[in-house]
């Protein structure tokens, strides 16, 4: 399999995985002010989200693209991982 292909496939799944962090994050925010598990419980339970969703981030904002080598999601320091392509060569993520 073209090494390319495999490289394009692994920043999809770091995608899907920081958008499911996301997701999370989100739900354990909703929790905090709905759950009445301790205070303690509560607040660690939305730190842990919080450190997977940083990790994910930094997963995805630090990916190469396979062609060009630049960071896929990164233009003059800005970053966007909805981005459906490479910012430098275009090579978009949904090629098979």
Do not use: Q
Not at 25 to 33: G, N
Not at 46 to 65: K, N, P, W
Not at 67 to 90: A, D, E, I, K, Q
């Amino acid at each position: 399999m073209d090494p390319e292909i495999v490289k394009l496939r692994r920043i999809r799944r770091l995608r899907v995985g920081w958008l499911l962090s996301l997701v999370l994050l989100a739900l354990s925010v909703l929790l905090f002010y709905l759950m009445p598990w301790a205070l303690v419980v509560r607040e660690g339970v939305v730190l842990a989200c919080i450190a997977v969703y940083a990790v994910a981030t930094v997963l995805v904002v630090f990916s190469r693209c396979p062609r060009c080598g630049f960071r896929f999601h990164n233009v003059l320091g800005f970053n966007n991982p909805l981005s459906p392509s490479c910012s430098h060569c275009r090579l978009s993520i949904l090629r098979k």
